[in-house]
T-cell receptor, first 116, second 115 residues
Framework: NAGVTQTPKFQVLKTGQSMTLQCAQD?????MSWYRQDPGMGLRLIHY???????DQGEVPNGYNVSRSTTEDFPLRLLSAAPSQTSVYFC???????????????FGPGTRLTVL | SQQGEEDPQALSIQEGENATMNCSYK?????LQWYRQNSGRGLVHLIL?????REKHSGRLRVTLDTSKKSSSLLITASRAADTASYFC???????????????FGQGTILTVHP
């Protein structure tokens, strides 16, 4: 299994440009999430999905869109990039064993995004 | 606002010594997890402790959880240079006893182990 893959690894955008960060997992996990990591801030949840066709907002959703058309893929769209979106973005997936069970997150390698 | 606060922010020790990192949180949790991040890499899950557990071991790792104090600690025994990394606690608030993979992370502890 490849686990969680992310593309691209690095990206430089100009203010106002749009782009999509790709995330895919081959573990048949129901749950997928996007986080951003900024220095001294830990990871903050942007959006998450509990299954195909179902998404919800996390802590910092503004400026980002997501969709989940398949179990495997969970792309993150930056609508109009701003310098405040300069960050490292991580995609993660996890499995759900049913009511009362607990899961761990599997993380991708990250995308380092710079917005000029 | 950050659910988890970690202490210390940075820790520097010699190989063979033990390393202890602490995490405090604000609201009731379903479980608490610890992750490691090597420089420039993604996070790797280390250990998960449920809200009804008080202590858990995995190899050289020992995690404790005190729900009355809303705090957890991660102990790495007999540290090695390869343990050099950032360590994060993450709380799963859950919903009605079900975990949805929606975690809230602390800001992390940077551990440096000198050979």
């Amino acid at each position: 299994n490849a686990g969680v893959t992310q593309t691209p690894k690095f990206q430089v955008l100009k203010t106002g440009q749009s782009m999509t960060l790709q995330c895919a997992q081959d573990m048949n996990h129901e749950y997928m999430s996007w986080y951003r990591q900024d220095p001294g801030m830990g990871l903050r949840l942007i959006h998450y999905s509990v299954g195909a066709g179902i998404t919800d907002q996390g802590e910092v959703p503004n400026g980002y869109n997501v969709s989940r058309s398949t179990t495997e893929d969970f792309p993150l769209r930056l609508l109009s990039a701003a310098p405040s979106q300069t960050s490292v973005y991580f995609c993660a997936s996890s499995y759900h064993r049913g009511l009362g069970s607990y899961n761990e997150q599997f993380f991708g390698p990250g995308t380092r995004l710079t917005v000029l | 606002s950050q659910q988890g606060e970690e202490d210390p922010q940075a820790l520097s020790i010699q190989e063979g010594e033990n390393a202890t990192m602490n995490c405090s949180y604000k609201t009731s949790i379903n479980n608490l997890q610890w992750y490691r991040q090597n420089s420039g890499r993604g996070l790797v899950h280390l250990i998960l402790i449920r809200s009804n557990e008080r202590e858990k071991h995995s190899g050289r790792l020992r995690v404790t959880l005190d729900t009355s104090k809303k705090s957890s600690s991660l102990l790495i025994t007999a540290s090695r240079a390869a343990d050099t990394a950032s360590y994060f606690c993450a709380t799963d608030l859950g919903a009605g006893g079900t975990s949805y993979g929606k975690l809230t992370f602390g800001q992390g502890t940077i551990l440096t182990v000198h050979p």
